[in-house]
């Protein structure tokens, strides 16, 4: 386990290549195991491994496409995906750094789409300038809020986050429905979806918002990827300086590695857990916000079904709690989700392998057993007892089962 | 140690299985005439009913095509019809999937549901060369109105000619004493209220008091097409208050109200499809041959026949209708007289005779 004097001492110092390889060792090898498995499973159903995966290369990142799909569009429709993924990722790889689990991504996300929803409906009059900063604002403060119950509560109470930001997912989704169905933004009529949000709550497409402009051969309007993007990348950004350069970072890293030498540290067990909450659930709300804003322009059904703020516990195992990590893990999620649909329909595989593979490299990061091999192996092993800080999937588990018990114990 | 070498093992499997099918990849052996794309809702290809039904029609109306593997559907020789299918995972990928189509030069594509109006009304309009169909719907705006585009044709139906007739089923037992309990009490679980659920109870409602005027009608929504415990739950709750007939109007969630009525020894009817091996208390479906609809308007491309707008499914095109299914709890069928009735219901709908409401009645 880690002490205090090991979080104090800078990261250690290995030769450059080889901790590159140690810390990619553990995401890329679970994404080849999940793919090589995934072709297994493809083939003992008597299709074509490489026909299903050529139509995920071409759905995800529109390469090899065989039967004309637009390379553009299948970019295009990827990053939309990796959008929200990057910023939940962000939701849940910061309280990861603390030692805290956020299941509640989902539930926070949803927070923030209700939130900018309800501004963009009925503010629609204002102006963009001010109308479209208070949208995204005011989801990341609704996704902060919605956090912040639990982070409330484990702090005062003790009560686990995982359970309570469980709970809050369920409170936000049948709000979101109870809104949307017969209640107070529902439009008139028999339809279960919310009014559009104006036009000056919209976050602009990249491309011109004009179907007579062709580009790449297709209507401008069909390439959907805004500019949440760069919110996206932001975001991601303000995570690493966040945690690596502001001493709030510090103590959140501090708490990650060992809740009692924090304490001893003079570090505010109880604030800092809330704080990280706050900070937490505003990517996530901001996330909910950008999605409106940027694609849906209002709420429907299909955030009954969503499952971005769980697929992104995914990303951030993958993207090992670091800001490249999650943007990679988000890109690769994100083509993932686009690339499935083009299977199904190219080599005619159900786009349900994508979630085959989803699981098997989660379960792959889970297993850990790649990190059993690289001990295995004569140069890139390490001793047992060095700290993980690249590797949260392990490091987490043992974290969030010992940080429940000292709970109880008088916080500073 | 034991670990690298399984799996090493299974890399080196799973490279030679991927070389071996390399060389067998499968090759198209007719050129299509037309190309067509059935997008699906959420609910997937394995539903039962609405999702699997469409595929059916496609399938039968294609030759060829990846639908014979992705929905273990037989397919049938006749038009030049290549038939694919998506399945939308979740709500967000529905604009994506009319997208892909629209954009590799299909004919016709098809978006399956009623929720799927708003994207299919933001594609149709960016691809006025390619023809669309919506069932249970229009292409709509984003506050669901018609845009009346005139590459989109519009599949919807008369749910509530169906809803009638296993609502007549449910009227008739009652006044006949031949329901369970005899409460005198029947249920109707919706998923979301919305047109096409409301038609369907409308109807239900309407011919049960029509054969039985004492009868009590409950009508419950889960606000959910998928999760099948939400429908359970509200099936038990009018089975408590006395209902022996659930009337399931929720797609895949509905599945669980027929499997309540199961456990309670009530009886249940399906919906869409025929439903009898959902669970052994389904005595009778309420049909929605969606897969008659799909069909007909993949001939009208094949035909040159593509008519924008309104196309009306009913029992004048035999596309709605009932189907008896599972015997009474004593074993016996239904009674020879009440199918008769029954029967007598349907023939005089289609004759105009008899009209149900579309519109759920107020008591």
């Known amino acids: 386990m880690g002490t205090g004097a090991v979080v104090a001492r800078p990261r250690p110092r290995l030769p450059g290549i080889v901790r590159l390889a140690r810390g990619l060792a553990m995401p890329v090898g679970s ?176 491309l011109p918002n004009d179907s007579s402009v062709i580009v790449f051969g297709l209507p401008a309007t069909v390439y959907r990827v805004h500019t949440g993007l760069i919110i996206a990348v932001l975001a991601a950004a303000v995570f690493a300086i966040l945690l690596w350069r502001t001493s709030l970072g510090y103590e959140i890293r501090a708490l990650g590695q060992s809740q009692k030498a924090a304490r001893y540290a003079g570090v505010s067990v109880r604030r800092t857990v809330i704080v990280t909450m706050l900070i937490a659930g505003a990517f996530a709300g901001l996330a909910g916000a950008a999605q409106i804003a940027g694609v849906d322009h209002q709420m429907t059904d299909k955030y009954f079904s969503d499952t971005t703020g769980f697929d992104a516990i995914a990303v951030a195992l993958l993207g090992l709690g670091s800001a490249v990590g999650i943007v990679l893990a988000a890109l690769l999620f994100g083509a993932l989700h686009s690339g499935g649909a083009v299977m199904q329909s190219d080599a005619g595989i159900s786009s349900n392998l994508v979630l085959v593979l989803q699981a098997l490299i989660l379960f792959s990061i889970a297993a850990n057993f790649l990190g059993a091999i690289l001990r295995q192996i004569p140069g890139l092993g390490r001793r047992p007892s060095a700290p993980a800080p690249t590797a949260p999937g392990a490091a987490l588990v043992t974290e969030a089962s010992t940080a429940l018990p000292e709970e109880g114990e008088p916080a500073t | 140690m034991v670990r690298w070498v399984r799996v090493l093992g299974l890399v080196v499997v799973a490279v030679v299985f991927v070389a071996a099918c390399g060389s067998t990849s499968s090759a198209t052996n007719t050129t299509p005439k037309i190309k067509v794309g059935l997008v699906t809702d959420t609910g997937g290809l394995n539903d039962k009913s609405f999702n699997h039904l469409a595929a059916l029609g496609l399938a039968k109306a294609a030759s060829t095509g990846t639908i014979c593997s992705v929905g273990g559907l037989q397919c049938s020789g006749g038009l030049s019809v290549q038939g694919d299918v998506v399945e939308s995972k979740t709500g967000d990928e529905y604009v ?89 009490v029947i249920g109707a679980v919706g998923g979301i209220s919305i047109p096409p659920v409301n038609h369907y109870i409308a109807g239900y409602k309407w011919a049960a008091e029509l054969e039985d005027p004492g009868v009590k009608v409950l009508v419950g929504y889960s606000n959910d097409f998928n999760a099948t415990d939400k429908c359970k739950g509200v099936a038990n709750s009018q089975i408590g208050q006395g209902a022996e007939f659930i009337f399931q109007v929720a797609g895949g969630c509905g599945l669980g109200a027929l499997q309540a009525a199961g456990q309670a020894k009530v009886y249940s009817f399906g919906v869409d499809a025929d439903q009898k091996d959902a669970d052994a208390s389904v005595i009778a479906s309420a ?48 009674p020879s007289d009440i199918k008769a009735a029954v029967d007598k219901l349907a023939a005089d709908i289609k004759s105009g005779a008899q009209t149900p409401p579309a519109d759920i009645p107020t008591t």
């Not at chain 1, 990142?61 to 990827?78: D, Y």
């Not at chain 2, 989109?152 to 009638?164: I, N, P, R, V, W």
């Open chain 1, 31 to 206: 994404v080849l195991f999940a793919f090589v498995a995934g072709g297994v499973i493809v083939f003992v159903t008597g299709a074509n491994p490489l026909g299903a995966y050529q139509g995920l290369l071409c759905g995800g990142a529109g390469l090899a496409c065989a039967q004309g799909e637009n390379s553009a569009l299948q970019i295009s429709n990827s990053l939309v995906y990796a959008i929200p993924l990057v910023m939940c990722g962000v939701a849940v790889a910061l309280p990861f750094r603390a030692g805290l689990f956020n299941i509640g991504a989902e539930g926070q996300l949803l927070a923030g789409t209700i939130t900018a929803t309800a501004i963009g409906v009925h503010f629609a009059a204002w102006p963009a300038v001010i109308l479209l900063p208070v949208v995204l604002v005011g989801g990341a403060v609704a996704g902060a809020l919605w956090a912040g119950i639990a982070g409330v509560l484990k702090a005062t109470t003790g009560a686990h986050e995982v359970v309570t930001t469980i709970m809050l997912n369920y409170a936000a989704q049948w709000l979101l429905r109870f809104l949307i169905i017969g209640g107070p933004l529902q439009p008139p009529g028999e339809f279960s979806a919310s009014a559009p949000i104006g036009g000056n709550a919209r976050l602009p497409t990249f």
């Open chain 2, 96 to 184: 994506p999937n009319l997208t892909n189509f629209a954009t590799k030069g299909y004919d016709l594509v098809i978006g399956n549901g009623f929720l799927m109006q708003p994207a299919i009304g933001t594609v149709a309009k960016e691809f006025p060369n390619v023809k669309f169909a919506i069932v249970d719907g229009y292409c709509s705006d984003a506050n669901f109105n018609d845009l009346k585009l005139s590459n989109c044709m519009d599949l919807l139906f008369k749910e509530q000619e169906s809803g009638a007739l296993v609502g007549a089923i449910a009227g008739l037992l009652e006044k006949a004493k031949k329901a369970p309990k005899n409460t005198n």
């Open chain 2, 287 to 334: 049909l929605k041959k969606v897969d008659v609809a799909v069909y007909d308007a993949i001939q009208a491309v094949v035909k040159s026949s593509f008519q924008a707008g309104e196309n009306r499914f009913s029992l004048q095109n035999d596309a709605t209708g009932y189907q008896i299914d599972n015997p009474l709890s004593d074993g016996s069928q239904l």
